[in-house]
């Protein structure tokens, strides 16, 4: 399990002025989204929110605005899959997201030992496809009508 503190540690934050707290459902409505993710979240809300059940949920706050939630689930033994959902106006905290971002996901690969960490990403999500690669995932595949909203998914994925 992690816990916010642990992770402002191992993400190097301060945890005051930008802090990464527990996951609520509240905070889906604190945030406003582009247009990709706002579909996505009015019409899927109650499944999204039965998946972080799952898992580990988190949401990133700077100056007390939400700016993404994210967390990761279990597959199985050694495969979690991760996810994010950013706030429109996370370009206001650009290098801090990308710095974060990259050490949660080294830190999650060591701790929970994992062999593989996954996530799928919108084709039509163009900054959702620089950033992913930007974190070291590889492109390994894409998903006809796969999500939700009936669009095709690249499926991404860091292994060790």
Known sequence: MFSPRELNFACKIDGIKTKIIDFHPEHLNMASYRPLDKGLISTNGDKILSNLEKGHAFTG??????????????????????WLLPAKDIEDVTVTFHRV???????????KQLVRLQTWVCTENVQAIRWIE?????????AIKYGPDSK????YARTN
Do not use: Q
């Open 61 to 82: 706050v700077t100056k007390n605005n939400v700016y993404a939630m994210f967390g990761v689930w279990p597959l199985w033994d050694g495969v979690m899959e991760a």
């Open 101 to 111: 971002s990259h050490r949660f996901f080294n830190y999650c690969i060591k701790k």
């Open 134 to 142: 930007k974190m070291l995932f590889k492109k390994e595949g894409r």
């Open 152 to 155: 095709d998914y690249f499926l």
